[in-house]
């Protein structure tokens, strides 16, 4: 009997480069603490943020993915035809159907690529690269595009004190293809559907079409997240240094999901970081951009040479679901 034909396997993968696009609004604390019956004062002591990046009405999620995803195709020196995949991570993307990623693929000259779309919210951009670096490893695809992007300010109640304040618009962008050493350490992921509800949307579009809800706009339970995402996922952050085989001196960086500087400060405490690891916190000025929040706060460690090329950063995203990724990546 014949055997069915197989790919060849690649030993290694990793991120050839990265690119950013922010929201062309810079939102500072006073413009939105009126709605919410708050101040700068109240939203720097509990978030760390100062101002966030919102886009303009006329740019939509889209805009803000293609100028990533040509930042990022340019910079790797990889022809957009030879992409195989392209993976946009979001959950702000306005159509059900059909996804963002194959027209994404289409505007950037991957025109035959694979192309779907990953619903994991803040988890979405490392669920994106741990699914590129399979597909690499298994020989499915030799380079792969993953995006991140979000364009929240859609989906934003300005009266909601629980999560309004905190969000911005952008997008990151990474292009991975085959390595010669391993560039992407072994994922650790999951989601602890039992919280499915802490962070979400006030209805469904069947509520909203049936009239029983206004427009759906994000909301979350603070308190819990937080407590969710301090305790549980430096554990998540602390298996995954263990499979890379890196010690946290190892660590020329952490990117967590911008959440809340008081979360990644615990981030780095329960680390046990030394001062040579650079922490990550484009939250301050960008805002809590969900999918895109990784590769947006990475590019912009590089690009301000805050971090080098060739180090390694530990790199987590959790948030809605609850879902959560994490895993060590060398910089681009």
Avoid at 18 to 29: C, I, Q
Avoid at 315 to 329: D, R, S, T
């Amino acid at each position: 009997m014949k055997q069915l034909k197989q790919t060849t396997p690649v030993q290694f993968s990793k991120i050839y480069s990265l690119g950013a696009a922010r929201g062309e609004r810079s939102v500072t604390n006073d413009e939105i603490s009126g709605p919410i019956d708050s101040s700068d004062e109240w939203i720097r002591q509990r978030t760390g943020i100062v101002t966030r990046r919102r886009a303009e009405s006329k740019t939509s999620l889209m805009d803000l993915s293609v100028s990533a995803a040509k930042e990022a195709i340019e910079k790797s020196k990889v022809n957009p035809a030879e992409i195989d995949a392209v993976i946009l991570a979001t959950i702000s993307f306005p159509y059900q159907t059909p996804s963002g990623a194959t027209l994404l693929a289409e505007l950037v000259g991957a025109t035959d690529a694979a192309a779907y779309d990953i619903s994991a919210a803040c988890a979405g951009y490392c669920y994106g690269i741990a699914q590129a670096d399979s597909l690499i490893r298994s020989g499915t695809a030799r380079y792969v595009l993953v995006v991140g992007a979000e364009k929240l300010s859609d989906f934003i109640d300005p009266t909601d004190r629980s999560i309004s304040f905190l969000l911005g618009d952008g997008a990151g962008a990474a292009v991975v293809g085959p390595s010669d050493h391993a560039g992407i350490s072994k994922t650790v992921w999951g989601s602890d559907g039992s919280n499915w509800d802490k962070v979400g949307m006030t209805g469904s579009l069947i509520d909203f079409r049936d009239g029983k809800l206004p427009w759906p706009t994000l909301v979350q339970e603070g308190q819990s997240v937080f407590r969710w995402a301090v305790w549980e996922m430096v554990k998540v952050a602390k298996e995954a240094l263990k499979e890379s085989g890196l010690e946290p001196a190892d660590l020329a960086a952490l990117v967590t999901h911008q959440a809340n500087v008081r979360i990644i400060d615990e981030f780095a405490k329960q680390l046990g970081l030394p001062d040579t690891v650079v922490v990550a916190k484009d939250i301050v000025d960008t805002g809590n951009t969900s999918a895109a929040s990784i590769p947006l706060a990475m590019h912009r460690l590089l690009a301000e040479g805050q971090v080098k090329s060739g180090g390694y950063a530990l790199q987590i995203g959790f948030g809605a679901g609850l879902a959560y990724a994490a895993q060590v990546v060398e910089l681009p």
